[in-house]
């Protein structure tokens, strides 16, 4: 079976970006910034991105494009006989269908919140009727459902038409779009009365927030929101180096879709933070931020229900653009391993998904009654513990050890394939940086997220 390959690169980039991009750009990065001082969190976010994340994501890159296989199979093509970093591809791909798994979820809430502001169901609310419209939308199975398996079957059914002609086509146009709504929405933001202070609170490091909060607490969470943010450890992105053609350095192309990435999770922050100050909200009020706290300031300006519309279809784009890389992925490793045509493919993917999401949709109601992590706690938070911190720090460190170690596939291997083509390339200089100082990096981020 012939590799698919890339129609333009700038369909690598958006397509990579949009993976990158997700609910952890749009929804944990402003929250994350209300709650660890502003300003000084995004320098440090920005100092641990450039070296944590874009390494790990070149990586990535270079062993998809140097093996030409998916997450599953790219292993055994690099690795030495009798070698079992193999096993590794396999639990990466077990960790796609299950991120999907919550993840389908999730983005369903964005749909729904974008149709109920578009037809105009916030305007009637009162506001206690707009704080208890999250808990009633997740205590109604059939919306969560419903909305579930709208997104799983459009996901698939865009990957069914192919690489260029279904999943870089779509998600080239709806990046596009989802960047053209965040300038919008920011320019907007920007005219309210009061954006300034907001944008001073986001954008202006505060020594005061530092002694307030410890500096070892801010620098914690921006490492950790650095990582996770480009979604490694569990080939998302190795698959879209298997796309790829070698006119281009790796570690240039992973500058550029952690740039892409960060001007998304910044943005996010501009549209946010001045419409909070603007009606004098909290900026650190957490998860609820953008499901309650927002919609509340939405039904109170001007033009709020245009605003809210474009804002939640905005969210909308950011997690179906990830929906749709990783189902690619999903497809790509099944195809590896039951060969088939891309559409029985599709099909057969789309009712596992689906079926396997049924869980976190049924989480907040009917199942409600199971907490597996605690009074409170639901089937996605359980989810999201094994993905978040599990399987992609640990995921990443492994692509790490197997991309410097002489037990793997080495530094030279791996430095050879990053350079190859024009742009930015990785020096002998570094190769200490890579072998010790990150993966002790990557070691604290586990231990972290154990505690």
């Known amino acids: 079976m012939e590799r698919e390959k890339f129609g333009s690169r700038l369909g690598f980039l958006l397509l990579s970006a949009g993976c990158a ?37 070149s990586m990535e890159l270079a062993i998809g494009r140097a093996s030409r296989k998916s997450t599953v199979r790219a292993y055994e093509v690099l690795e030495k006989p009798g070698q079992k970093w193999h096993i590794h591809g396999w639990i990466a791909m077990i960790g796609n269908y299950l ?33 208890g419209y999250f808990g009633e939308m997740l205590g109604s199975w059939g919306i969560l459902v419903g909305t579930m398996l709208l997104v799983t079957a459009a996901g698939f059914l865009v990957c069914s038409f192919g690489l260029q002609n279904g999943v870089e086509r779509v998600t080239k146009w709806m990046m596009l779009a989802l960047l053209v709504t965040m300038v919008f929405l920011a320019f907007y933001s920007f005219t309210m009365p009061g954006a300034s202070n907001g944008l001073k ?36 992105m190795l698959i879209f180096g298997s796309y790829l053609d070698q006119g281009k350095t790796l570690l240039g192309e992973s500058i550029q879709i952690a740039c892409l990435d960060t001007f998304v999770a910044l943005v996010s922050g501009m549209i946010i933070f001045p419409a909070c100050f603007s009606f004098g909200v909290q900026p650190d009020s957490g998860p609820s931020l953008i499901f309650i706290t927002l919609p509340h300031i939405f039904t109170s300006m001007e033009h709020g229900r245009i605003f809210g519309s474009f804002f939640f279809l905005f969210l909308f784009f950011a997690s179906f653009s990830t929906v749709i890389a990783v189902f690619e992925n999903i497809l790509s490793c099944f195809r590896d391993l039951v060969p088939c045509s891309r559409k029985k493919a599709a099909l057969l993917n789309c009712i596992l998904v689906a079926v396997g999401s049924l869980p976190c949709a049924l989480g907040y109601n009917l199942w409600s009654s199971f907490q597996p992590l605690g009074k409170g706690s639901s089937v996605l938070d359980l989810e999201d513990f094994l993905v978040s911190n599990l399987l992609l720090p640990i995921g990443s460190l492994i692509y790490l050890l197997f991309c410097i ?13 990053a350079n190859r083509g024009e742009g930015i390339r990785i020096s002998n200089r570094i190769k200490g940086y890579l072998k010790y100082i990150l993966p002790l990096l990557i070691v604290i981020l586990i231990v972290q997220g154990l505690c």
């Open 99 to 131: 991120l999907m798994m919550f993840y389908t979820v999730v983005a369903g809430w964005m749909l729904y919140y974008f149709f109920s502001f578009l037809t105009g169901k916030f305007q009637q609310l009162s506001a206690e009727q707009v704080t």
């Open 201 to 236: 609170f986001y954008l202006v490091p505060d020594i005061g927030k530092v002694e307030e909060l410890g500096i070892g607490k801010i620098i914690t969470a921006a490492m950790n929101q650095a990582f996770f943010t480009l979604s490694l450890g569990i080939g998302a």
């Open 405 to 417: 170690s002489r037990r793997g596939w080495g530094f030279e291997n791996y430095q050879a394939e």
């Open 21 to 57: 991009i997700g609910i952890g750009n749009v929804w944990k990065f402003p929250y994350m910034v209300g709650s660890n001082g502003g300003g000084i969190f995004v320098l440090f976010y920005l100092f641990f991105l450039a070296i944590i994340g874009v390494p790990v994501l």
